[in-house]
């Protein structure tokens, strides 16, 4: 059975910074694209990173490049995300997700439905 756990997010001021945290169990991270995603009251959940297992290439969303990084530490079988520079419009759940392709540009813009399971999410809140 797959689980994905995450942990990090919290309250933070606007410039601050936070790293979230992916831990995996039933599933090997090696195998798969790994992404998070976003939720934000009222809204969609959006497309945030993605790491591909297939090569190692990772993509962004406009509205984070430059501030976001993802990484996956392969004896860990954890995913993270660096943040930095954090907006109040980056608050949100974030939810990591996996179970699908070993790439993130098998489908344009990975969407959420290439991936088979989810984690519960944290919440991310930036705001003076």
């Known amino acids: 059975q797959v689980q994905l756990v995450e942990s990090g997010g919290g309250l933070v001021q606007p410039g601050g910074s936070l790293r979230l945290s992916c831990a995996a169990s039933g599933v090997t991270l090696d195998y798969y694209a790994v992404a998070w995603f976003r939720q934000a009251p009222g809204m969609e959940r959006e497309g945030v990173s993605c790491?591909?297992?297939?090569?190692?290439?990772?993509l962004y969303a406009e509205s984070v490049k430059g501030r976001f990084t993802i990484s996956r530490d392969n004896a860990k079988n954890t995913v993270y995300l660096q943040m930095n520079n954090l907006k109040p419009w980056d608050t949100a759940i974030y939810y990591c997700a996996t179970d699908g392709p070993p790439s993130c540009t098998v489908v344009a813009g990975f969407p959420e439905h290439i991936f088979g399971s989810w984690g519960q999410g944290t919440q991310v809140t930036v705001s003076s």
């Open positions: 790491f591909s297992s297939f090569d190692g290439s990772t």
